[in-house]
């Protein structure tokens, strides 16, 4: 890294809290290493309350730009200039490219969490899935899957200020693609186990299974879990959440965030810099283990 840092290394962020377990950092430091690219990429612990003042130091400092996560994915659009047509559509941001001062914010969680199926060997086009959380990532999936020819989706959540946003994201998946969509109370676990029974995929899009809820999963009954169900987690640290090993333990197929977070930095990478990352470099360093 010190070989590489100059006067003239553009620096690229990552606000999010917790964030001190992100591999992001090795990901595109890792990255820029192996094409020559003069970038340095660090974390910062923001969270909503400084979100403000990290967003304006992008522009005071000249970053490059910033990947945003939680919880900050749906309250930073209240501090940029533009948004791609998809974070307009999600209504959250992932990453942000600095031109010249102009704040853009784009969403590639999506688009990752779709590519991390595939390279699992998992398909579910024109099949159902079950889906827990209704934040930031939670909505690109959804959106995306729908987009994407998923047929069928099942949203759980709390009756939290989230809640209200995961109205508006079956709304639009129903009035603007093929994908039938309805929402539930997390509450109902009778409900919540009917649409797993009747599901590809069951997805956990929250926060629960990483610090400071590692031990913590959204199904608590593994008897809801079928073993030609796959199980999924955005949760990559650790590689293993408590429901993935319920899963496990009833013979499901599983798919941690690992894959996730490799592609939508992916799709970051190409936004700053215009190049594509050596993905199959950089899977050989994350998945190595």
Request: aromatic share 6%; with cysteine.
């Amino acid at each position: 890294m010190t070989e590489r840092l100059s006067g003239h290394t553009e620096l690229i962020g990552l606000m999010a809290t917790p964030i001190r377990h992100s591999l992001s950092p090795t990901m595109h430091n890792e990255a820029f290493a192996k094409l020559g690219l003069d970038y340095a990429y660090l974390a910062f612990e923001v969270g909503n309350e400084q979100l403000e003042d990290g967003i304006k130091a992008i522009r005071a400092l000249g970053m490059r730009g910033s990947n945003i996560s939680m919880p900050n994915k749906q309250v930073v659009l209240n501090y940029l200039d533009k948004l791609s047509p998809a974070a307009e559509m999600v209504g959250a941001v992932n990453t942000i490219v600095n031109d010249d001062g102009v704040l853009t914010g784009h969403i590639t969680d999506g688009t990752g969490y779709m590519s991390g199926l595939k390279q699992a060997n998992v398909d579910i086009i024109g099949k159902k899935m079950t889906i827990c959380g209704a934040g930031g990532a939670a909505t690109a999936i959804c959106i995306q899957a729908a987009i994407d020819g998923v047929k069928e989706l099942a949203i759980f959540n709390r009756q939290d200020e989230f809640f209200k946003n995961a109205e508006r994201t079956v709304a639009m998946i129903n009035e603007k693609t093929d994908c039938q969509a309805t929402l539930y109370d997390l509450a109902d676990q009778d409900s919540l186990r009917l649409e797993i029974a009747s599901s590809a995929i069951f997805t956990n899009a929250t926060g629960v299974g990483m610090k400071p809820l590692q031990d913590q999963s959204l199904i608590t009954d593994p008897t809801m879990l079928r073993s030609d169900l796959v199980v999924a987690d955005v949760v990559y640290v650790p590689s293993e959440t408590k429901l993935l090993t319920l899963a496990k333990e009833q013979g499901c197929q599983t798919v941690n965030g690992l894959g996730m977070m490799l592609w939508q930095g992916a799709a970051a990478f190409e936004l700053w810099t215009g190049k594509e990352m050596p993905v199959e470099y950089i899977r050989e360093l994350l998945f190595k283990n």
